[in-house]
């Protein structure tokens, strides 16, 4: 087995790759108990991961995540090209089945750097980051 670069996987390969390292303490190192927790791990992410999934989100939830705006959404849910989670009066969406916009980013994910010496200043007063 080689060493596998978690860093560089995504989230959802991860319990492959538990599983893929228990399989080999098992048959090479007869290290049972260490493949044990490994293999406990893997179906933990994978159960946390599909509650990630089920979670509704508001249409002003699943903005940033998905790169389209509220309109936009609303449209799509009115459309039935994707499912409503909510009801008649509150739409919302299932992080899994947001739609991504190309090249959008979780803004989560990306850093926010100060574009003046103001903010730069206001973000040690406040303790933003």
Not at 22 to 28: I, K, Y
Not at 72 to 81: A, S, Y
Request: charged fraction near 25%; glycine fraction near 6%; aromatic fraction near 4%.
């Amino acid at each position: 087995m080689t060493a596998v670069n978690t860093l560089s996987m995504g989230l959802a390969d991860l319990p492959t790759a538990f599983r893929e390292r228990a399989t080999f303490l098992r048959e090479n190192a007869a290290a049972e108990q260490a493949a044990t927790a490994w293999e406990k791990a893997a179906t933990e992410v994978e159960l946390a991961l599909r509650a990630h999934g089920l979670e509704a989100l508001t249409l002003r939830e699943a903005t940033p995540e998905c790169g389209y705006g509220v309109d936009h959404l609303r449209r799509l849910i009115r459309d039935g090209t994707i499912p409503n989670a909510g009801n008649d009066r509150e739409y919302r969406v299932l992080r899994r089945d947001l739609p991504k916009k190309p090249g959008h980013a979780v803004a989560s994910a990306r850093p926010q750097v100060a574009s003046s010496r103001t903010q730069a200043a206001r973000a040690v007063v406040t303790g933003e980051e």
